[in-house]
């Protein structure tokens, strides 16, 4: 059993936890944070159903001044535990990683920090094996992820020679405060770092890329340009997304008509924070131009990351060498394919 500790109990780190909680081979030791936030305080008025540790000393003393039953610090903790998930604010985990190697400690950082913080920029199905058995591991973003699902996805069956994307970003996640942009859409400088990324991971391929932020919360849009090695029907782009554990084929038809239908959708299912973990894809979307094809996807982008992080931690352990036995794994215990 491998023993998980989560840092940084904010967006995402509440949705690893909750992730890890349902791996039947991964034990969850607790939760680090460095001062009380809206999430602790559901945590805590759920009942605290993980422990709580401190960042810091400081730390503590502010969380138990605020009411907080603090189980201790980071570094009280990290001689008992495998492995960290660190989901803190970005240039958090850099620092953090100083004391990961004081006590000789594995990590996965997320798409925040910077590409040199790790020794592998990972994905669990385009390149599980180069996170095999290495010590720090960091995942692409939320946008990147998804993604690389699907053209690793075309990649496998007929190769890809090149990609092009246009994504329509939300421009922050609900419930922040931060940003203010409103009836109003904002370019960014091209290429775009998700289609980077994607060279990165996958370098065989050519992408680039534009993005476009938008004033919605529940989602991201990412419109994809593929150019296959093989010529690829519309058929055959339905069967092999369909074929996908994590990508799922949906139609306007059925009232997925955008970011808000899914959201509210995973709401009726009674999903928690209204939370899905697949990529939706649009079949109403497929075209062909050419020997090109095209579609759209939507990126759950605070969800979209956790079976990724869950299948870097299999890899950084050890825990499967098998890249497929790892991903159906994670798949099983997070209840994927539900929809199958």
Known sequence: MVKVLVAGYGVIGQRLADGIEKQDDMELVGVVDAQPTLSLLSL??????????????????????????????????????????????PGVGAKNKELYIKYGKKAVFQGGEKNDI????????????????????????CNTTGLIRVIDALDRKVGIERVAITIVRRVADPGDYHRGLVNALQVDKAP??????????????????????????????????ASPKEDLSIEEMKLIFSEHDRIRVVSIDQGFLGNASIFRYARDMGYTRGDIYEVPVWEDTFVKSGKDVM????????????????????????????RLKAVSLTNKNLGLPYWK
Not at 124 to 139: C, R
Not at 297 to 319: C, F, K, L, N, W
Request: hydrophobic share 40%.
């Open 118 to 141: 790790a020794d592998v920029f990972f994905h669990g199905y385009a390149n599980y094996e180069k996170g095999i058995n290495e010590d720090f591991l960091k995942l692409t973003s």
């Open 192 to 225: 775009n770092h998700q289609a980077v990324d994607l060279m990165n991971i996958m370098p065989h391929i050519d992408a680039t890329g534009l993005l476009v932020h938008t004033p919605i919360t529940h989602g991201h849009f990412i419109s994809v340009l």
């Open 295 to 322: 579609f759209g996807i939507h990126i759950p982008q605070e969800s979209v990351t956790i079976p990724e992080t869950i299948d870097a931690i299999r890899a950084s352990t050890g825990m499967q060498t098998d």
């Open 44 to 89: 805590k008025e759920k009942g605290m159903p993980y422990r709580l540790y401190a960042a810091f000393e400081d730390a503590k003393k502010s969380l138990e001044s605020a009411g907080y039953e603090v189980a201790g610090t980071l570094e009280d903790i990290l001689p008992e535990v495998d492995i960290v998930l660190d989901a803190t604010s």
